[in-house]
């Protein structure tokens, strides 16, 4: 057995599930809300990823920083997330809210449209080029935590450290805030909550920018970890969060978080054992195999996740 | 545009719901769809189809003839979605993954690579049915949940399907397939582009004759009433998920027998082929002419494949364009001089504002546009050309140019937000000019692009504007 393997492959799992995470948590507090799966999710995620390259390259790149390097971190962490923020608010107030009252394929196919011109449009300025976050060159990769054989980067940590922070930070707005009690509310029964005096649609917006902001938060994470980004990278966070939010339970915060960690490390393992497994017969391509098996045995199985509780239709 | 709310009453609309039929009957268009409806099914079928059956004889080339190839293949996917989508109201999202399949199998069962030469009777029908049942398979788990999470798992599915077609040894990763046999009907070879496009011409006739029965069947509509309410469907004791699953692998094997038509004709398969973009692409033929209408659904196939044709060349696009925008304000906006006015007032706002930029920043104007076509000698002396604004590799070179595209979009979506038809439309006025701008400095260097971003934006605002398409009949909720 080669433990330092085991180890390094641990912690890929937890970088890339606090990734995958966050991506759930905001699709799980949309679909808790509206009922709605948003499909554009991971596009947010994509274009903060480019918010933040561009604030990098504004404030003189990764070579020489004009600023402290954390502040630089900041800046870019903090520049996605608002600019996620108004695009997730932007896509429910001209996408999603015109048709609250279609039938339920009528958001979804709406949703497709968002998530096909944001790409395009990405495409369309930016190009097919991948683009490098080149975070290496803002903190040394050498420069981490030494445990035994063991070397984490700093940027990981810091990475896997704010993803945790932000879900906290969600953890405590949720349960303890007023708007947490009227997400709560409104998404227990969004007719009763608006008789209850609370504004429905405001309640929504602002569900909407804070799911969209942490998708942007994310989109720079997992730039100063894995560096590249495209203009078609949503697709595969979107679809790994999506996976995530449904393993955990749909709707559920706890559950996401859980389910993002699982998809995270099943997938990091998949990557580094895969090959030994089948023989050399599958190579680490296929990982994305195993989180699709995930998702078919949990929806035989449990459909409602780990967290969630079994849907009772109401008439 | 007022939203109802869910919480205001909504007087008067039970009364307008009730009688939507009856007016429906005394309208012009009412009265025709009645007396379409009325006609024998064949004659249906011989008006529907003669332009396709005639389109050949119209052409010598060869490249309008394998557009017409194309279009059909486009038909046949559109009606085969729209099993899922139109009829039952199913997101498939991994719908493309099945036409994918649907090729692969050709080629496993008549290549020189797989050493095999099956004639088209037998494969055909032995690809549809193993399509359908893959089709089956994958809607299976969300069984229990199907709706939403039918479209996580297809859509996860359709990765999958890329991840092995790219990365396993035995579809030869992105190189493909190359060397497929050409379909042999009855032992006869099919080699001229004439004789695939009845053969493919031949296969859309079945297909919508089969639609077309199976929309009247039992089942047919019994998935009406599964898409209008499920709960209601299923207390008068329909098999929901059963019927669900029925349809989803009808439209998988008919995008199975497109893929077998497919592949022979290209003579090779490969991954790129089967993608998101092709996704998108077929539900936008399905959305615009109007999801549940057989007509709607290949009237819509074939516009928007005719207009990404049209859109290939930069100069054909630019005229598209403008021509695109003049008649949609014609068509859209009420009363007839205000269209007239917003061109003539958007006219005069260019030639001002490129005086203006001329006399202060004249850098500003100092560029030529992308295109050599006529219209843009005169879109020259009217936009703002910055010099080099389009870059080598056919991107914005500028940050300029990037903010305008994004401010742009900004604006039309703040448009849409002013209520007053009047100061809309004064408000029209830049943004048409700003888009011209965009157009002429970021879109047409890349058409390829710019036809993606159009097809994305049409399925959002159709879906606001428009839901039933072209022509699909609208919704009228019964309370």
């Given at each position: 057995m080669d433990w330092d393997k085991l180890v390094q492959l641990l912690v890929n799992g937890v970088t890339l599930g606090s990734v995958y995470a966050l991506v759930a948590l905001g699709f799980s507090m949309v679909y808790g809300i509206l009922k709605l799966l948003n499909l554009a999710h991971g596009d947010v995620l994509m274009v903060g990823a480019f918010v933040g390259w561009g604030v990098l390259g504004w404030l003189g790149g990764a070579q020489d920083p004009t600023v402290a390097v954390w502040l630089v971190i900041l800046l870019m962490i903090l520049a996605a997330m608002v600019g996620g923020g108004f695009l997730g608010v932007a896509i429910e107030r001209f996408a999603y809210r015109p048709l609250r009252r279609a039938p339920r394929i009528a958001p979804l196919i709406s949703a497709l449209g968002v998530s096909f011109f944001l790409q395009n449009s990405v495409l369309l300025l930016f190009g097919a080029n991948f683009r490098s976050y080149d975070s290496f060159d803002l903190v040394d990769v050498g420069v981490g935590v030494e445990w035994g054989p063991l070397h984490v980067w700093v940027m990981r940590i810091v990475v896997i450290v704010s993803a945790l922070a932000m879900m906290g930070g969600l953890w405590l707005l949720v349960t303890r805030s007023k708007l947490g009690k009227a997400m709560r509310a409104t998404a227990f029964d969004r007719e009763a909550a608006a008789m209850m005096g609370i504004d429905v649609d405001r309640v929504i917006v602002k569900t909407f920018f804070i799911g969209s902001a942490l998708a942007g938060a994310a989109g720079v994470l997992v730039g100063l970890v894995f560096f590249q980004i495209n203009h078609f990278m949503g697709f595969n966070y979107g679809l790994k969060g999506f996976t995530a939010a449904v393993v955990g339970g749909i709707g559920s915060i706890p559950g996401a978080m859980v389910g993002g960690l699982f998809i995270g490390l099943a997938e990091a393992f998949s990557v580094g054992y895969i090959e030994d497994l089948t023989r050399g017969r599958l190579g680490s391509a296929f990982s994305d195999l195993v989180a699709f098996l995930i998702l078919v045995i949990f929806m035989l199985v449990r459909p409602q996740g780990i967290f969630g509780k079994p849907e009772v239709k109401k008439v | 545009m007022t939203e109802p709310r869910p919480e205001q009453p909504r007087i008067g609309v039970d009364e307008w719901v009730a009688s939507a039929e009856e007016r429906r009957q005394r309208s012009f268009a009412g009265r025709l769809e009645e007396a379409i409806d009325r006609a024998p099914a064949a004659a249906k079928l011989v008006v529907f189809a003669l332009p396709f059956a005639l389109f050949p004889f119209f052409t010598d080339s060869e490249y309008v003839t394998q557009v017409g190839i194309d279009t059909l293949i486009y038909v046949l996917l559109a009606l085969g979605l729209n099993v899922a989508v139109g009829w039952v109201g199913?997101?498939?999202?991994?719908?493309?993954?099945?036409?994918?399949?649907?090729?692969?199998?050709?080629?496993?069962?008549?290549?020189?690579?797989?050493?095999?030469?099956?004639?088209?009777?037998f494969a055909v029908p032995v690809i549809a049915v193993a399509v359908a049942a893959t089709g089956f398979?994958?809607?299976?788990?969300?069984?229990?949940?199907?709706?939403?999470?039918?479209?996580?798992?297809?859509?996860?599915?359709?990765?999958?399907?890329?991840?092995?077609?790219?990365?396993?040894?035995?579809?030869?990763?992105?190189?493909?397939?190359?060397?497929?046999?050409?379909?042999?009907?009855?032992?006869?070879?099919i080699v001229s582009l004439e004789g695939y496009y009845y053969v493919t011409f031949a296969a859309f006739v079945l297909i919508v004759s089969f639609l077309y029965l199976l929309d009247r069947s039992r089942t047919g509509r019994a998935w009406r009433a599964l898409r209008e309410d499920e709960l209601a469907a299923e207390l008068m004791t329909m098999p929901v998920n059963r019927l669900k699953l029925m349809a989803f692998a009808v439209g998988a094997g008919i995008a199975g027998i497109a893929g077998a038509l497919y592949a022979p004709q290209q003579g090779a398969v490969f991954p790129a082929n089967f993608d998101i973009v092709l996704l998108i692409t077929v539900y936008a033929m399905v959305v615009l002419g109007g999801a549940g209408s057989i007509v709607g659904v290949t009237v819509g196939a074939v516009l928007i494949n005719a207009s990404l044709e049209a859109l290939r060349d930069p100069d054909d696009a630019s005229w598209l364009f403008y021509l695109a925008i003049v008649l949609a304000l014609i068509l859209l906006m009420r009363p007839r001089w205000l269209p007239v006015a917003v061109l003539a007032a958007t006219a005069v706002f260019g030639l001002a504002v490129h005086e203006l930029a001329e006399q202060v920043r004249p850098s500003l104007v100092a560029g030529t546009t992308f295109g050599t076509a006529r219209v843009d000698e005169l879109v020259d002396s009217w936009v703002l050309l910055p010099e080099g604004a389009i870059g080598q590799d056919g991107l914005p070179a500028g940050a300029l140019a990037r903010l305008a595209y994004v401010g742009l979009v900004a604006a039309m979506l703040g448009l849409t937000l002013i209520r007053s038809r009047l100061w809309r439309a004064v408000a029209l006025v830049p943004v048409l000019y700003l888009g011209a701008c965009v157009w002429e400095n970021v879109l047409v260097a890349q058409p390829a692009v710019a036809r993606f971003v159009l097809i994305g934006a049409m399925l959002v605002a159709l879906m606001a504007v428009r839901p039933q398409g072209l022509l699909g009949k609208q919704r009228v909720e019964i309370v």
């Amino acid at each position: 057995m080669d433990w330092d393997k085991l180890v390094q492959l641990l912690v890929n799992g937890v970088t890339l599930g606090s990734v995958y995470a966050l991506v759930a948590l905001g699709f799980s507090m949309v679909y808790g809300i509206l009922k709605l799966l948003n499909l554009a999710h991971g596009d947010v995620l994509m274009v903060g990823a480019f918010v933040g390259w561009g604030v990098l390259g504004w404030l003189g790149g990764a070579q020489d920083p004009t600023v402290a390097v954390w502040l630089v971190i900041l800046l870019m962490i903090l520049a996605a997330m608002v600019g996620g923020g108004f695009l997730g608010v932007a896509i429910e107030r001209f996408a999603y809210r015109p048709l609250r009252r279609a039938p339920r394929i009528a958001p979804l196919i709406s949703a497709l449209g968002v998530s096909f011109f944001l790409q395009n449009s990405v495409l369309l300025l930016f190009g097919a080029n991948f683009r490098s976050y080149d975070s290496f060159d803002l903190v040394d990769v050498g420069v981490g935590v030494e445990w035994g054989p063991l070397h984490v980067w700093v940027m990981r940590i810091v990475v896997i450290v704010s993803a945790l922070a932000m879900m906290g930070g969600l953890w405590l707005l949720v349960t303890r805030s007023k708007l947490g009690k009227a997400m709560r509310a409104t998404a227990f029964d969004r007719e009763a909550a608006a008789m209850m005096g609370i504004d429905v649609d405001r309640v929504i917006v602002k569900t909407f920018f804070i799911g969209s902001a942490l998708a942007g938060a994310a989109g720079v994470l997992v730039g100063l970890v894995f560096f590249q980004i495209n203009h078609f990278m949503g697709f595969n966070y979107g679809l790994k969060g999506f996976t995530a939010a449904v393993v955990g339970g749909i709707g559920s915060i706890p559950g996401a978080m859980v389910g993002g960690l699982f998809i995270g490390l099943a997938e990091a393992f998949s990557v580094g054992y895969i090959e030994d497994l089948t023989r050399g017969r599958l190579g680490s391509a296929f990982s994305d195999l195993v989180a699709f098996l995930i998702l078919v045995i949990f929806m035989l199985v449990r459909p409602q996740g780990i967290f969630g509780k079994p849907e009772v239709k109401k008439v | 545009m007022t939203e109802p709310r869910p919480e205001q009453p909504r007087i008067g609309v039970d009364e307008w719901v009730a009688s939507a039929e009856e007016r429906r009957q005394r309208s012009f268009a009412g009265r025709l769809e009645e007396a379409i409806d009325r006609a024998p099914a064949a004659a249906k079928l011989v008006v529907f189809a003669l332009p396709f059956a005639l389109f050949p004889f119209f052409t010598d080339s060869e490249y309008v003839t394998q557009v017409g190839i194309d279009t059909l293949i486009y038909v046949l996917l559109a009606l085969g979605l729209n099993v899922a989508v139109g009829w039952v109201g199913l997101l498939d999202l991994g719908f493309v993954a099945f036409f994918g399949l649907g090729a692969y199998l050709y080629a496993a069962l008549a290549s020189e690579y797989a050493g095999r030469h099956w004639e088209a009777q037998f494969a055909v029908p032995v690809i549809a049915v193993a399509v359908a049942a893959t089709g089956f398979l994958v809607g299976l788990p969300s069984r229990r949940l199907v709706g939403d999470y039918l479209a996580i798992v297809t859509l996860f599915f359709l990765q999958i399907w890329l991840v092995v077609l790219v990365n396993a040894s035995f579809t030869r990763g992105p190189n493909g397939i190359a060397d497929i046999y050409p379909l042999k009907l009855f032992g006869r070879e099919i080699v001229s582009l004439e004789g695939y496009y009845y053969v493919t011409f031949a296969a859309f006739v079945l297909i919508v004759s089969f639609l077309y029965l199976l929309d009247r069947s039992r089942t047919g509509r019994a998935w009406r009433a599964l898409r209008e309410d499920e709960l209601a469907a299923e207390l008068m004791t329909m098999p929901v998920n059963r019927l669900k699953l029925m349809a989803f692998a009808v439209g998988a094997g008919i995008a199975g027998i497109a893929g077998a038509l497919y592949a022979p004709q290209q003579g090779a398969v490969f991954p790129a082929n089967f993608d998101i973009v092709l996704l998108i692409t077929v539900y936008a033929m399905v959305v615009l002419g109007g999801a549940g209408s057989i007509v709607g659904v290949t009237v819509g196939a074939v516009l928007i494949n005719a207009s990404l044709e049209a859109l290939r060349d930069p100069d054909d696009a630019s005229w598209l364009f403008y021509l695109a925008i003049v008649l949609a304000l014609i068509l859209l906006m009420r009363p007839r001089w205000l269209p007239v006015a917003v061109l003539a007032a958007t006219a005069v706002f260019g030639l001002a504002v490129h005086e203006l930029a001329e006399q202060v920043r004249p850098s500003l104007v100092a560029g030529t546009t992308f295109g050599t076509a006529r219209v843009d000698e005169l879109v020259d002396s009217w936009v703002l050309l910055p010099e080099g604004a389009i870059g080598q590799d056919g991107l914005p070179a500028g940050a300029l140019a990037r903010l305008a595209y994004v401010g742009l979009v900004a604006a039309m979506l703040g448009l849409t937000l002013i209520r007053s038809r009047l100061w809309r439309a004064v408000a029209l006025v830049p943004v048409l000019y700003l888009g011209a701008c965009v157009w002429e400095n970021v879109l047409v260097a890349q058409p390829a692009v710019a036809r993606f971003v159009l097809i994305g934006a049409m399925l959002v605002a159709l879906m606001a504007v428009r839901p039933q398409g072209l022509l699909g009949k609208q919704r009228v909720e019964i309370v």
